[in-house]
T-cell receptor, first 114, second 110 residues
Framework: GAGVSQTPSNKVTEKGKYVELRCDPI?????LYWYRQSLGQGPEFLIY????????DSGLPNDRFFAVRPEGSVSTLKIQRTERGDSAVYLC????????????FGPGTRLTVL | KQEVTQIPAALSVPEGENLVLNCSFT??????LQWFRQDPGKGLTSLLL?????REQTSGRLNASLDKSSGRSTLYIAASQPGDSATYLC?????????FGGGTRVLVKP
């Protein structure tokens, strides 16, 4: 595709449920990033993949959050036992190898935990 | 830990006025600084990227300056238009991650 795509665009779930958020990066981009943006704030870094491996997961807030990228393309962010505080927009970005400082962002998934 | 601050949080101007948006950061060891635009319900669009060795970048009506020593960047938007209404975010890069400010929400009134 022409840009980074994320599905679903909106997700409403109940406290305690499990959710998966999907990101399709730009074709050929080896680096992929997840950010979380709470209302009225800037995005905060969660995790960075280079290829299939998580090169930096220092931004994941706790062990309820996990992300995978098994084939080095599509990535899934997984949140277990969701809490109301997890409500935010989850943004995905990708970049070319060697151009990790020039990231292209998707439209985000708005997660609402009731 | 890098902290990025944007002031003001919100700004409202009449059409035609110049916009001045401020960004400050605490750690001058950055690789570059970017300004992004975010429209409601949309992702981020990169407007300008200033490498750490540069002092400014220009694109059309937009001009961004960078002063690493003082930890400051300013985004100027000349002759604002209603279509410039959006949230503007600055972000600094160190390593592979971006650290964002909280954004400035801009409203340009016709």
């Amino acid at each position: 595709g022409a840009g980074v795509s994320q599905t679903p665009s909106n997700k409403v779930t109940e406290k305690g449920k499990y959710v998966e958020l999907r990101c399709d990066p730009i074709s050929g981009h080896t680096a992929l990033y997840w950010y979380r943006q709470s209302l009225g704030q800037g995005p905060e870094f969660l995790i960075y993949f280079q290829g299939t491996g998580a090169a930096d997961d220092s931004g994941l807030p706790n062990d309820r959050f996990f992300a995978v990228r098994p084939e080095g393309s599509v990535s899934t962010l997984k949140i277990q036992r969701t809490e109301r505080g997890d409500s935010a927009v989850y943004l995905c970005a990708s970049s070319l190898k060697g151009r990790e400082n020039e990231q292209f962002f998707g439209p985000g998934t708005r997660l609402t935990v009731l | 830990k890098q902290e990025v601050t944007q002031i003001p949080a919100a700004l409202s101007v009449p059409e035609g006025e110049n916009l001045v948006l401020n960004c400050s950061f605490t750690d001058s060891a950055i690789y570059n600084l970017q300004w992004f635009r975010q429209d409601p319900g949309k992702g981020l669009t990169s407007l300008l990227l200033i490498q750490s060795s540069q002092r400014e970048q220009t694109s059309g009506r937009l001009n961004a300056s960078l002063d690493k020593s003082s930890g400051r960047s300013t985004l100027y938007i000349a002759a604002s238009q209603p279509g410039d209404s959006a949230t503007y975010l600055c972000a600094v890069t160190a390593g592979n991650k971006l650290t964002f400010g909280g954004g400035t929400r801009v409203l340009v009134k016709p």
